[in-house]
């Protein structure tokens, strides 16, 4: 069983940053893909950052203020979010592309809040 645990999420107002932590636990042997997702009020979950084997890609409306990087040996994924918008506001959800000795599969955290204040 992989278990996916995230952090960092919070209020703070337009111009601030955070910085999102999940650490993924269990049974890895590795992790392939890891990224971040986010879903507002009333819309569809979107991609906001990925990252795997070396490449990253980020949403349009991200790139140049969030930073997607990944600590291996601690099997964790961080998404440092600067320059924040109140159009941030969204439950932030890690995923991972785990890799055991069994199975190939895609993990989700429970979620995180982001809350930017205009």
């Known amino acids: 069983q992989v278990q996916l645990v995230e952090s960092g999420g919070g209020l703070v107002q337009a111009g601030g940053s955070l910085r999102l932590s999940c650490r993924a636990s269990?049974?890895?042997?590795?992790?392939?893909?890891m990224g971040w997702y986010r879903q507002a009020p009333g819309k569809q979950r979107e991609l906001v950052a990925a990252?795997?084997?070396?490449?990253?890609n980020y949403a349009d409306s991200v790139k140049g203020r969030f930073t997607i990087s990944r600590d291996n040996a601690k099997n964790t994924v961080y998404l440092q979010m600067n320059s924040l918008k109140p159009e941030d506001t969204a439950v932030y959800y890690c995923?991972?592309?785990?890799?055991?000795?069994?199975?190939?599969?895609?993990?989700w955290g429970q979620g995180t809040q982001v809350t930017v204040s205009s």
């Open positions: 995923t991972c592309t785990v890799i055991t000795a069994w199975l190939t599969g895609d993990y």
């Open positions: 269990g049974s890895i042997t590795s992790i392939y893909t």
């Open positions: 990252t795997s084997g070396g490449s990253t």
